[in-house]
Nanobody
Framework: VQLQASGGGLVQTGGSLRVSCVAS????????IGWFRQVPGKDQTFVAA????????HYRDSVKGRFTISRDNAKNTVYLQLGSLEPEDTAVYYC???????????????????WGQGTLVTVSS
């Protein structure tokens, strides 16, 4: 499975942005797609995840009500709509795909096997 993230950019506080993750290759093996973010010097942190086959979604508490994850299976694409953005949301956003059932939840970085290259979101104050 290959993942291509795009859509990052510069946005003002309170603004919105949509990032996309296009999957290719063995997409039928995908179980979940997750979004993580990372700032320099820190570990990746979970943002949101969505099942590839049903309506299950997960969000970190700080983005609930502001971010929305969705997917378009026909386009093999997962979207993360970022709203009411804050400077603290500034990070490189990565998408990741899981293909096997593991004893960890989709909020855990260890759940994912395949990673995209990341897209930078910068929120100016």
């Amino acid at each position: 499975v290959q993942l291509q993230a795009s859509g990052g950019g510069l946005v003002q506080t309170g603004g919105s942005l949509r990032v996309s993750c296009v999957a290719s290759g063995r997409t039928r093996s995908i179980r979940d797609i997750g979004w993580f973010r990372q700032v320099p010097g820190k570990d990746q942190t979970f943002v949101a995840a969505i099942s590839w086959s049903n309506s299950d979604t997960h969000y970190r508490d700080s983005v609930k009500g502001r971010f929305t994850i969705s997917r378009d299976n026909a386009k093999n694409t997962v979207y993360l709509q970022l709203g009411s953005l804050e400077p603290e949301d500034t990070a490189v956003y990565y998408c990741a795909a899981s293909t096997n059932a593991l004893p960890v939840t989709p909020t855990d970085v260890r759940y994912y096997r395949y990673w995209g290259q990341g897209t930078l979101v910068t929120v100016s104050s």
